[in-house]
């Protein structure tokens, strides 16, 4: 799941810087009605119902325990829990039941049956002992918990040793069947977000989730987004101008509808006794095994096809796909352009299978289900049958082929981590006669496999398959929109001038997509382009006019423009399309404060304060507008607050550091500054600041430790090389300090500050 987060902005002073189903077992048109006064038939096998799973309270055998482990200060639980029937969705499955009794028990038992679940619907296979549901962050050093309290609720906790306060939000849903991973999913603010730990099935270990790797990773605030949701349950509605916000109840895992349509009418034709005769097609319901194979394989596509971005077409949304329609009238996926290497991901089954000689020799007629019966588990037997349905034991000319229990797979699929999800063992679905090149081992490459280089170029894996009747004159915008995510969610900036002359030429004559500006928008600001950002967030604006995001990052690039009013305007026109937006409301209030409104300013924080009491960045803002005031005691109290609701955060410690500075308290700055660095060594405003305490009490070697290390973190930042370059040459280390000013030059041509300072180091020495 790719990280979006709006974010409310700091306003701490600057520190200048730079599948189909397979034929169905039951006829339809044989099914049973049902007797007068008979209840519904339920499968044998299958989850608890969500309603009695709000109620079971904690598992049998399952330590319970409490928020704040080891944690000196209050926790802050920073979900909401809306009302339990806004957590019990329907059942698609129950009206399939009672004709397709045994397809409902075995769907049951499958990973799309168990996608999306409430905790206690299943039993745990989580390990949930105080001593295995504890994770140290490996950069960060923050301790994550997981834990079941007293009435059933599952809860992931943030700490930080040696820092007063926790941080929870509450496991709403598990994501995720448990064949590989579970993780879990919990409602902040009105949107869903995944939670930063995993349990990963395979090791029986919990771990970080799959990008929270770094120090920079979202902690409680990744959104989980409509086209990630769209692989995990059915589609549920989205609210728009929300990045993750959703009607609720969410729709638990997937059903029979994603793959046959909405069943309630046929459902209810078929219980009436109505119905085609035996062997007709039956207009009243989707049966994928009638499609041609192209088809039947864009049913699984929907998720099995993942590529490497995704783009809707125009007009189309995440949460209504119609599967009558091909995929390819839906979406773009797009796949890396050339050969594909040993490398893969857990959900490019249907990219790698295309790959493999077996399909490419089958004219088109393997597909998914010729391997893979969606509606029960597969087994080594079922699996062994599909291969012989086409070869033969003598083709395969080792011995072990003729037991009559022997599995192909392991020997023609390679099995073995993925790109994106760690801890898991995934098997590679390019079929081949020995995976990894001749001369590897049956399952095994002997040697690591070898990738191709890197490539930039994308292609739409679905293009061949769109329908002409469409056109295709939108074709570089989605192209372009893919290249824009890949930079901004995977970080890979080689796609940003690709993206950028793409959307560009494109938008030209396309001039209709809003998203598409958005992103345009995003990348001029990238390159420093404000007022060509302004003119696309413009144009967003007025073709998505109640869009609180987008007006939101609108305003934000106004205010970095100096257009305090412009950005102030917008921002109101995002509460008005939004009024519960608390980022919105608190760039509102730094927008005050910048105008010195400060009335106005502490109104606006007092709403994002009662929208989300206990979000840090709020006090965090509202302490650093009182520092700037000279309300020192205020300021004090609401920066002191911040740091107790948010024990990783460096910046209300900064703040605190900077609050005793501007009262000239040096001894004072020294402790929160060192444990603003202490918690984040590459925080360059805290090294800055630090430095300059230092350097005041001259200790001269500790500033120029400080700036040294601010320009390791922030390298193309010219102020750090300016400060770092005084500090060498107050401790006559003059050719160090021509190196370093000579380093800024190069980053910021003709800077004044930095060419003085040289011209007079230059002057003194003779150079």
């Avoid at 089954?349 to 597909?367: E, F, I, N, V, Y």
């Avoid at 049958?385 to 797979?409: F, I, M, N």
């Avoid at 302004?534 to 423009?561: G, H, S, W």
Wanted: hydrophobic content about 40%; some cysteine.
């Amino acid at each position: 799941m790719a990280p979006a987060s709006a974010a409310e902005s700091p306003s701490a002073p600057a520190v200048a810087s730079a599948s189909p189903a397979a034929p169905a077992s039951v006829s339809a048109s044989s099914a049973p009605t049902r007797a007068a006064g008979a209840g519904p038939r339920r499968p044998e096998v299958g989850p608890l119902p969500a309603a009695d799973a709000l109620r079971a309270g904690p598992p049998p055998g399952i330590p319970t325990g409490a928020p704040v482990s080891g944690a000196a200060g209050p926790t802050y639980t920073l979900s909401t829990r809306p009302p339990d029937a806004l957590l019990v969705a329907p059942n698609p499955v129950e009206a399939c039941v009672e004709c397709h009794p045994d397809e409902a028990d075995h769907y049951a038992q499958t990973g799309m049956g168990r996608a999306l679940f409430l905790p206690n619907q299943y039993p745990p296979i989580e390990d949930f002992r105080p001593e295995k549901a504890r994770v140290v962050h490996p950069v960060t050093g923050a301790v994550y918990r997981a834990y079941i309290d007293a009435e059933g609720r599952w809860w992931q906790e943030e700490t930080m040793p040696g820092r007063p306060g926790a941080r929870r939000v509450e496991a709403l849903w598990v994501i995720g069947s448990g064949n590989h991973t579970r993780s879990y999913m919990g409602l902040v603010e009105g949107e869903v977000v995944e939670l930063p730990l995993t349990f990963y099935a395979r090791r029986k270990i919990w771990d970080m989730s799959p990008g929270y790797e770094g120090r920079g990773h979202f902690r409680f605030g990744r959104t989980v987004k409509p086209e990630c949701l769209f692989c995990h349950n059915d589609l549920t509605p989205v609210i728009d101008g929300t990045l993750a916000g959703y009607r609720l109840p969410l729709a638990l895992s997937i059903s029979c509808d994603r793959c046959h349509g909405d069943g309630r009418a046929h459902a209810a034709l078929r219980l009436d006794g109505k119905g085609p005769p035996a062997g007709q097609a039956d207009p009243s319901i989707l049966n994928p095994g009638r499609f041609p194979p192209a088809r039947q394989l864009e049913v699984c596509e929907q998720c099995h096809l993942q590529g490497d971005a995704r783009q809707l077409l125009a007009g189309r949304r995440w949460d209504a796909y119609d599967l009558t329609q091909p995929l390819a009238d839906h979406l773009s996926i797009f796949v890396p352009a050339g050969p594909r290497g040993e490398a893969f991901s857990i959900a490019s089954h249907g990219d790698r299978m295309l790959q493999s000689p077996c399909w490419q020799k089958s004219d088109g007629r393997l597909t998914c289900t010729t391997c893979h019966n969606p509606h029960k588990p597969a087994t080594p037997a079922s699996l062994r049958a599909a291969c012989l349905s086409c070869h033969t034991v003598a083709q395969c000319g080792d011995a072990h082929a003729k037991a009559p229990d022997a599995e192909c797979w392991p020997c023609h699929m390679r099995k073995g981590g993925t790109t994106d999800i760690p801890h898991v063992t995934f098997t590679d679905h390019w079929i081949r006669r020995t995976p990894g090149g001749e001369g590897a081992s049956k399952s095994r490459p002997k040697t690591p496999p070898k990738t191709p280089p890197k490539t930039t170029d994308l292609v739409d894996a679905l293009a061949a398959k769109r329908s002409a009747s469409l056109g295709d004159r939108q074709a570089a915008v989605r192209l372009g929109l893919a290249h824009h995510d890949i930079w901004r969610f995977q970080g890979d900036a080689a796609h940003l001038p690709l993206a950028s002359e793409l959307l560009e030429g494109a938008l030209v004559t396309v001039r209709d997509r809003p998203d598409a500006w958005h992103a345009l928008a995003r990348i001029r600001e990238a390159q420093g382009h404000r007022e060509g950002a302004a003119e696309a967030y413009a144009t967003a604006v007025r073709l998505d006019p109640k869009n609180a995001v987008l007006r939101q990052d609108q305003a934000q690039n106004l205010e970095a423009m100096g257009d305090l009013q412009g950005a102030e305007a917008t921002l109101r026109a995002s509460i008005a399309a939004r009024p519960d937006y608390r980022v919105a409301w608190g760039n509102l209030a730094n927008t005050l404060v910048r105008q010195q409104r400060m009335t106005e300013a502490m109104a606006a924080f007092d709403e994002a304060e009662r929208l989300a009491p206990a979000e840090a960045i709020t006090p965090q803002n509202r302490g650093f507008a009182l520092l700037s005031a000279r309300q020192f005691p205020a300021a004090e109290a609401a920066l002191s607050e911040a740091a107790r609701r948010d024990p990783l955060s460096p910046q209300p410690l900064f703040g605190l550091g900077m609050l005793a500075a501007s009262q000239s308290k040096l001894a004072d700055a020294r402790a929160p500054l060192d444990a603003a660095v202490t918690l984040d060594p590459t925080f360059g405003p805290a090294r800055f600041l630090r430095g300059q305490v230092r350097a005041a009490s001259r200790d001269l070697a500790g500033a120029g430790e400080d700036f040294l290390a601010w320009v390791a973190a922030e390298p193309r930042n010219p102020t750090a090389r300016l400060e770092l370059a005084k500090v060498q040459a107050a401790l006559g280390q003059t050719k160090a300090a021509l190196a370093t000013l000579d380093a800024g030059l190069a980053i910021a041509p003709g800077d004044p500050t930095l060419g003085a300072l040289r011209r007079q180091l230059a002057l003194a020495n003779g150079r």
